[in-house]
Each structure stands twice: as structure tokens, then as C-alpha cells.
């Protein structure tokens, strides 16, 4: 019994230390796993696999719980910071603009400042019936506005004071079909009478022409100066259509006004002419049919 | 068959070993699923059987793993066989006797695997397994309530079969 004890002793004691050896020899030393390891490896690899993909599979499925509410957080975070981005895009596009349109103004301000003494004035209100064009300003008699003065944009001709507070002015449009202006023919010198409004913010027109009168579309229509509201020699439009009238013996034209009415933001008044000299457009700009401003 | 069914529930328990940490994400320990294996078959047969099914289980463990042969081997024939010497005379329906000694064993194979991996030449820092290794014994002792109703039925059914053919 003791000798069959001892041999169990000699063979556990040899069995660790061969099994110490060969823990020895397959440790990290060695640079690849040993021969019997690859094979069980290889055995369990679909195995594995197929389990590691029902895994992958089960876990997306519960993550996308916690996933949807991180995502729907992060969702709502990015929402705001987007609206915040857009308002200030939106408020430096504003600001954008008033600046182009103020050095707009200012250039013409500065270009004929000996021949009219100028107010700029915004625009801050409009009427919204269907039967006036007018628009309010932000300044009046306080600033030495007065009715019959006439209103222009660095484009041309907008209209003239109707009515005055000490801090607004109404401006009656020249697209009103109240408002008349004498005006003329810039490149013949031409005279034909009065441009009127038609009530449309891009139209004017010209009515009983003699039938002969020279006119022509793409022709500049300017202000004659006849009447003492309007200084001669302001952009009024371009002639975009003459058509004759049913009597044969006069014809009329449709005038395209220089000044874009429905983006009317600044404007200047003419508080007083300094000199009889014609005022002309800058030098180099050719006038189109863009907003007000972005012609510069 | 019994032998054939574990050596089957070896290789399952390996290859859950060998995924568990990337489903679970945690502290990259793992339930030593062999070990339970062990421990709760030499509950039922003993510590020679234990220690012998504790080897090769070990081995298989080993092989798999293809690092340190022998390691695992000799650390699960410890357990094995001190397993299966405790339980001989206890009562093992109470869920507390395999809960207590899965935990020995799992703190016990523990200590064996850093002293014997360091006598072969690895070089593994204390705190970690300390760190990972609260883990896996939190992990074993938590699955014997799970794991050891099933194997109970399994072995008593299979050990009676064997014992009266």
C-alpha cells in the first residue's frame, strides 16, 4: 500500500514537473501556438463565428434602443445648434445686403452731393390695400421732410412725399396710378410727356405718343425737370414696349422702372436742389433690370 | 455518454469563454465555464474522477488556447480534486454547496494559475488579475443558479443509469 502510495507520489511529482516544462516551451517565448492548439482552434472557428455573429446580432438589436434615444438626444442637440448656425448665416446675410445697399446709397450720396442735398430715410412700413402704392418712411418733418419732395434710390425715381409727421413721410410710388412724372427720352433728347403709374410694381407707362414720336424699346426714359418737384435727368425705366392705339393716330409705350419696387429698403429725398446741373448716372454703370443697388 | 456530453459541454464552454468578453464588454474578464464544470462534476464523482476530468479538462482548456499547455491542466486537476473531497459527504441539493464551492474553487484556481504561470515564465501583473479576476469568481457564482439545476438532472440522471446497467 505504501509502495503503491509512493509511486503515485513520484508519478504526480513527475507529472507536474513535465507539465512545467511544457508550460515553459509554450509560453509567449514561443512565437506560434503549439501544433495540438491549431487544429481544436481551427475545429471551433465556425463555431465561434456563427455564435460571435448571433452575438453581433443580439447586441445591435438591444443597442439600438440605447442608440436610438442617444442618437434621437444628439439629434435634437444638433437641431438647435443647427437653428442657431441659420439664424446668424440668415442675420450676417442681412447685414450683408443693408451694407451693399447703404454703400450703394452712400456712393450715389456722396457722388451728388453738390447738386442735391440729401436725407436717407428706410423704408418702414408699406401700404397693403390694393388701391394706393405707398410706402412709409422712417423720417419726417423733424428731419426736414416736406410734401412734394421727391424720393429716389441710387436706381432712379421712387416718388415724392404725400404726407408728412415729424417722424414719418408717406411716399407716394410712382408705379401709383396717381403719380405723373414729365419725362423724357435720354438718348433723343425726346419729350413725349408724362409716364404714370398702372398700379403693377413693374410697370409704367406712357400714354398718347404721337404717332410718329421717336421712341424705341431699351430706350432710358429720365425726368425732363418740367414741374417743380422732380429735377431733370433722373433714371425713370427703359422702354420696353411701343404699341400703337386703336385710333391710328397715337400710340403708347410700357416703361420697365428702374427702381425694383418690391425690394424698396432705403431711399433718399431730395430736400433741395443746389444746382441746375442734370444729374447723371455714374460713371460706367449701365442700368438693368436687377433689385435697386445691385446694379453697383 | 457522460464523458461524451462533457467533453461537448467543455468545448461549448470554451468557445463562450472565448466570445463572452466581446458581447459583454466588460473589464475583459470571463466566466470560467470549465471551471464550473469541474467543480460540479467532482461534487459528483469524487476527487480522483474530479481531478482526472479536472486534467483534461484543463488540457482541452490549454490546447484551445494554445498558450501555456499544462497550466490550466494542473491548476483544474487542484480544483477538481478538493472539490470533489469536500462535497463527498454533503448534502448536494442545497444550491448553497455548489455556490460556496465554486467560489473556493474559482478563487483557488486563481491563485494556482498566477503562482504556476509565473514558475513557467509569464509575466502577469497582480493588480490585474486581481482586477479581472473579482470579476470571473463574481461571474462563476452568479451562473451556478442558472447552470447547476440543469447539470444536476443530467449527471444524478446519467450517474444512476451507469450505476444500475
Not at chain 1, 452712400?106 to 452731393?113: F, I
Not at chain 1, 423733424?142 to 409727421?165: H, K, N, Q
Not at chain 2, 468578453?21 to 464544470?37: E, K, N, Q
Not at chain 2, 469541474?38 to 469524487?46: K, L, S, T, Y
Amino acid at each position: 500500500m505504501k509502495r503503491k502510495g509512493a509511486l503515485w507520489a513520484i508519478a504526480v511529482t513527475l507529472a507536474v514537473i513535465l507539465l512545467l516544462y511544457l508550460m515553459q516551451s509554450t509560453g509567449w517565448q514561443q512565437s506560434d501556438m503549439v501544433g495540438a492548439g491549431k487544429p481544436l482552434r481551427e475545429l471551433a472557428w465556425p463555431v465561434q463565428k456563427a455564435v460571435s455573429v448571433i452575438g453581433d446580432g443580439l447586441g445591435g438589436f438591444f443597442g439600438y434602443f440605447k442608440d436610438n434615444r442617444l442618437l434621437r438626444q444628439e439629434n435634437q442637440a444638433l437641431k438647435e445648434s443647427l437653428a442657431a448656425a441659420e439664424y446668424w448665416i440668415q442675420q450676417m446675410q442681412e447685414l450683408q445686403e443693408e451694407n451693399r445697399r447703404l454703400g450703394a446709397l452712400l456712393d450715389y450720396k456722396t457722388t451728388h452731393s453738390r447738386t442735391f442735398a440729401l436725407v436717407t430715410a428706410q423704408v418702414i412700413g408699406r401700404d397693403t390695400d390694393n388701391w394706393n402704392q405707398t410706402v412709409i418712411l422712417d423720417k419726417g418733418s423733424a428731419s426736414g421732410l416736406a410734401c412734394e419732395m421727391a424720393v429716389i434710390a441710387p436706381a432712379g425715381m421712387v416718388g415724392r412725399i404725400v404726407a408728412v409727421t415729424p417722424h414719418t413721410a408717406e411716399v407716394l410710388l410712382l408705379i401709383d396710378r396717381e403719380s405723373a412724372i414729365g419725362a423724357r427720352v435720354s438718348e433723343t433728347r425726346f419729350s413725349p410727356g408724362m409716364v404714370s403709374g398702372t398700379g403693377q410694381d413693374d410697370l409704367l407707362e406712357m400714354l398718347r405718343l404721337d404717332h410718329e414720336a421717336e421712341i424705341l424699346p431699351g430706350q432710358k426714359v429720365i425726368t425732363s425737370g418740367y414741374g417743380s418737384i422732380f429735377p431733370k435727368g433722373l433714371m425713370v425705366g427703359v422702354v420696353e414696349e411701343v404699341v400703337p392705339d386703336s385710333n391710328g393716330l397715337t400710340k403708347r409705350a410700357t416703361v420697365r422702372p428702374a427702381v425694383d419696387f418690391r425690394r424698396l429698403e432705403e431711399v433718399m429725398i431730395i430736400r433741395s436742389i443746389n444746382a441746375d446741373e442734370e444729374p447723371v448716372l455714374p460713371e460706367g454703370q449701365e442700368f438693368s433690370m436687377q433689385p435697386e443697388g445691385s446694379q453697383k | 455518454m457522460y464523458n461524451l456530453v462533457l467533453a461537448a459541454i467543455t468545448f461549448a464552454g470554451l468557445i463562450l469563454r472565448s466570445i463572452f468578453p466581446r458581447a459583454l464588454g466588460l473589464a475583459w474578464a470571463t466566466p470560467d465555464f470549465p471551471l464550473l464544470l469541474v467543480v460540479f462534476n467532482a461534487m459528483f464523482r469524487g476527487p480522483v474522477y474530479g481531478a482526472v476530468t479536472g486534467f483534461f479538462i484543463g488540457l482541452t482548456e490549454d490546447l484551445f488556447f494554445g498558450r501555456f499547455i499544462g497550466l490550466n491542466a494542473l491548476a483544474k486537476c487542484v480544483v477538481g480534486f478538493l472539490a470533489g473531497s469536500l462535497a463527498k459527504s454533503i448534502f448536494k441539493e442545497n444550491i448553497w454547496v455548489p455556490i460556496i464551492n465554486v467560489f473556493a474553487g474559482s478563487v483557488l484556481s486563481l491563485i494556482l494559475v498566477f503562482i504556476i504561470g509565473h514558475l513557467a515564465g509569464a509575466r502577469w501583473y497582480l493588480a490585474n488579475v486581481f482586477y479581472q479576476g473579482l470579476f470571473e469568481v463574481l461571474f462563476n457564482v452568479c451562473l451556478v443558479p442558472f447552470l447547476y439545476g440543469p447539470f444536476f438532472h443530467f449527471a444524478d440522471s446519467r450517474l444512476h443509469f451507469q450505476e444500475e446497467s
